[in-house]
């Protein structure tokens, strides 16, 4: 299984980025998704995931500025961050959970300067 993310970068406060994070080796459908995002000095927090039903949920710091979204066709999940801060400056892993196990990728770093 591999968890390819991309899409990060350097950012001006209230700029956008798209991240996406494509998938191979797992059914994909069957799995949901999820973007966490770990600062420096900071824990990982789970930002936003997505059901293979397609629900969605969101970490409070981020609602109404991202926007997480799955293309089953393609194995891929993506997250528009729309409105950034320099708050959100994070390096972004995605993840994989089902029945059949849990698996994350490389993470790609997210820079928001203020």
């Known amino acids: 299984v591999q968890l390819q993310a991309s899409g990060g970068g350097l950012v001006q406060s209230g700029g956008s980025l798209r991240l996406a994070c494509a998938a191979s080796?797992?059914?994909?459908?069957?799995?949901?998704m999820v973007w966490s995002r770990q600062a420096p000095g900071k824990e990982r927090e789970l930002v936003a995931s997505?059901?293979?039903?397609?629900?969605?949920s969101y970490v409070d710091s981020v609602k109404g500025r991202f926007t997480i979204s799955r293309d089953n066709r393609r194995k891929t999940v993506y997250l528009q961050m729309n409105s950034l801060k320099p708050e959100d400056t994070a390096v972004y892993y995605c993840?994989?959970?089902?029945?059949?196990?849990?698996?994350w990728g490389q993470g790609t770093l997210v820079t928001v300067s203020s």
């Open positions: 993840r994989a959970e089902g029945a059949r196990g849990r698996y």
């Open positions: 997505i059901t293979s039903g397609h629900s969605t």
């Open positions: 080796g797992l059914f994909f459908s069957d799995y949901s």
